[in-house]
T-cell receptor
Framework: KNEVEQSPQNLTAQEGEFITINCSYS?????LHWLQQHPGGGIVSLFM???GKKKHGRLIATINIQEKHSSLHITASHPRDSAVYIC??????????????FGQGTILTVHP | EPEVTQTPSHQVTQMGQEVILRCVPI?????FYWYRQILGQKVEFLVS????????KSEIFDDQFSVERPDGSNFTLKIRSTKLEDSAMYFC???????????FGQGTRLTVV
């Protein structure tokens, strides 16, 4: 079983819609990252969370440590938001040197 | 804004050849990582590097792989004798410490033919 599971795997939306991508994990973590990967392949960090909620522009990320669950929301979606969104966790514990364990990604397509 | 840079962006090599992928991490960062992503699959951890030595490696990182920080700025991944299954996107990342946000380079797409 994967330590990090994302849903849905594919998501299609119309411009302007509110979007939610979910991430569940099965290990104790010290932090969770939300990352964006565009068709060219490069990875951009959107958020790093260890508790609560963060907001940047139209993006909101939340995490519930007790339930081992995080969500990424996009408000007023736009075609330029089309990308792969990836959840990645950093395990808790003294033996971790900061490596990330990745989910399989959610492919988001926003149509005009 | 500081960024992690990787070169080359795309490399094609013949099976059995050695390749070196290069990365320049953010200058005040101390932790360095290599990840890879085979086409259509998730990103996988290869190795972490701190204080001039490997701090952690995955089972993928076998004897054909090595990493080096030859000077104060570069961080390299060497694959000694490439196989077809080494074809993937390789990402370098760096962070200030083991708890801070990681920053990724744009990746090197390695194609082994």
């Amino acid at each position: 079983k994967n330590e990090v599971e994302q849903s849905p795997q594919n998501l299609t939306a119309q411009e302007g819609e509110f979007i939610t991508i979910n991430c569940s994990y099965s290990v104790g973590i010290s932090a969770l990252h939300w990352l964006q990967q565009h068709p060219g392949g490069g990875i951009v960090s959107l958020f790093m969370l260890s508790s609560g909620k963060k907001k940047h522009g139209r993006l909101i990320a939340t995490i519930n440590i007790q339930e081992k669950h995080s969500s990424l929301h996009i408000t007023a979606s736009h075609p330029r938001d089309s990308a792969v969104y990836i959840c990645a966790v950093r395990r808790a514990g003294g033996t971790s040197y900061g490596k990330l364990t990745f989910g399989q990604g959610t492919i988001l397509t926003v149509h005009p | 804004e500081p960024e992690v840079t990787q070169t080359p962006s795309h490399q094609v090599t013949q099976m059995g050849q050695e390749v070196i992928l290069r990365c320049v991490p953010i200058s005040n960062h101390l932790y360095f990582y290599w990840y890879r992503q085979i086409l259509g699959q998730k990103v996988e951890f290869l190795v972490s590097f701190y204080n001039n030595e490997i701090s952690e490696k995955s089972e993928i990182f076998d004897d054909q792989f090595s990493v080096e920080r030859p000077d104060g700025s570069n961080f390299t991944l060497k694959i000694r004798s490439t196989k077809l299954e080494d074809s993937a996107m390789y990402f370098c990342a760096s962070s200030a410490d083991r708890v801070s946000e990681a920053f990724f380079g744009q990746g090197t797409r390695l194609t082994v033919v």
